[in-house]
């Protein structure tokens, strides 16, 4: 008899919980020649990470995605494998559960963003979209350290739930993520930039726009739903971050836009 308990303790901390709950709403299949972690758990903080965004998404169903380790991720590849799979890139090595939930969320985030749909900067506002997806992957690693809090992939890893919120901590108090004086001069003094490299500065500006953001959709995160409606503009030759954002907010349910217009506030554009 203890025997068999023994065995079902051991067991159970190797199963994930979630194989008795709600599976996740799209599909994630995983690379089995993943470096320095086995590709099971890794599945386990994927398939976490979704759970913990789920509620936030609009019900919104993805076609399935790959995910594997590389070095020259993150990033979501343009092409689809030959099933129709996304292909999603990771640069994660070892059991760092914290970069690979942040990486993997911001590149969902892509995936939710329509990023097909405005391939290579052709809108000159991927910026924007990157700025997006570093706040999308901020709100995540703090919905995901909730759910580990009460719901971890495995029981044994409720305690990695702290250090989930010390990742995001330490990048919150990164110098260049800190708050713009006043967004809207700022924008204008970097809007070259933007336009010219998405990434421009090594990224520092998306993730001072993305400080902005997350505190933007902190104050109802259920519109967060909103981001399934960007990119989704007619292709015309304005190009400008008005338009961009004009459209995003006329595809956009009523209930969702009060994000969006506080953002062309803040940013000094005007509907």
Known sequence: MFSKL????????????WTAALAPPFKVTVDPAWKAADPKDVQAVLDSTI??????????????????????????????DSKGDYIVLLDVHGRYWSQLAYQ??????????????????????????????????????????????????YPNWKEYAPELRKYLADMMK????????????????????????PYAQDRSLNEKMASHLFKVFAKQPETWAAINYINLGDDSQDKSLAKYLK????????????????IQQQLGIKE
């Open 174 to 197: 990164q110098d260049h993520r800190s708050f713009a004086p006043k967004l809207s001069n700022w924008y204008k003094q970097n809007k070259s930039l933007f336009e010219a490299d």
């Open 104 to 153: 993997f969320s911001h590149e969902t985030c892509h995936l939710l963003s329509n990023y097909d749909l405005a391939p290579n900067n052709v809108s000159k506002q991927q910026w924007f979209e990157e700025s997006l997806c570093e706040a999308f992957s901020l709100f995540s690693l703090g919905k995901l350290a909730d759910q580990w809090e009460i719901n971890p992939p």
């Open 247 to 262: 459209d995003w907010h006329d595809n956009t349910p009523v209930n969702l836009r009060a994000p969006i217009k506080e």
């Open 51 to 80: 759970l913990a965004i789920a509620p936030y998404i609009g019900n919104r169903h993805l076609d399935p995605i790959r995910v594997k380790n590389e070095e020259k991720g993150p990033i979501s590849l343009y092409e689809r």
């Open 6 to 17: 023994k065995f079902l303790i051991v067991f159970l901390l190797f199963v994930p919980v």
